[in-house]
């Protein structure tokens, strides 16, 4: 850990034998760090790139882009690239069974809803649909061009099945079509939050 090693070195001291889901807070910490270490990467070539092309910009977009570029990375940082930081580190299983992916809809939900601990069973349906809460918000608003709601919808479920690709070929996560339910779910609600939001500011200024 490049960034967070002392804090989370103390989180682990002081809180690690209290919690029984403490592997996911070191995963969200271990996530966060690959996220900083990206996005100062990202940083540095975009005011190349923006340099070099004499682009104009300005600071607020700019802001939001880095913003919108380290929730893409953290959110890829959970979900798929957990064991390393750099593509050399990880190994790509290519030859997994088919079988192992679940393509039948709400199965694992349910098993998960009737299980000892509702936890993993609220961050499944409630985490997968947060999680792409922002990509509707953020795409539109960042693209100079409009977004329809099909079009958010679209780019949210190619998203949700890339990581679930994703996750299948490193062997990262479980492949499941509930996920890619729930991201689109989500991704829509940003949209219309976004669409809400954006209603609500052409009123007040009228």
């Known amino acids: ?5 002392p804090l989370y ?6 809180y690690a034998a209290r919690f029984n889901h403490f592997p996911l807070i070191r995963l969200s910490f271990y996530a966060v760090d690959k996220a900083i270490l990206y996005t100062l990467f990202f ?3 975009r005011y190349l790139w923006v340099k070099f092309k004499k ?3 300005s600071f607020s977009y700019e ?10 990375l953290l ?3 959970l979900t798929v690239f957990r064991d390393g930081y750099f593509i050399w580190q990880f190994k790509f299983y290519w030859h997994r069974p088919l079988s192992e992916i679940n393509i039948v809809p709400l199965v694992e939900t349910l098993k998960l809803a009737n299980g000892k601990s509702l936890v993993d069973f609220f961050y499944n349906l409630y985490g997968n649909i947060m999680w792409f809460v922002p990509m509707g918000i953020f795409i539109p ?12 919808v679209i780019v949210g479920a190619l998203i949700s099945v890339s990581i679930e690709t994703l996750q ?3 062997n990262t996560g479980v492949t499941d079509i509930d996920d890619v339910i729930f991201n689109t779910i989500g991704a829509a609600l940003g949209y219309l939050l976004y669409f809400a939001g954006k209603s609500i500011k052409k009123l007040i200024k009228i």
């Open 1 to 5: 850990m490049i960034f967070l090693g």
């Open 9 to 14: 070195a103390y989180v682990y001291r002081t």
């Open 43 to 45: 940083i540095i070539l």
């Open 55 to 57: 682009k104009k910009t």
């Open 63 to 72: 802001f939001w882009l880095v913003i919108f570029v380290f929730y893409v």
């Open 75 to 77: 959110l890829f940082a």
């Open 141 to 152: 608003a960042l693209h100079k061009k409009r977004w329809g709601f099909l079009q958010i």
């Open 168 to 170: 299948f070929i490193l």
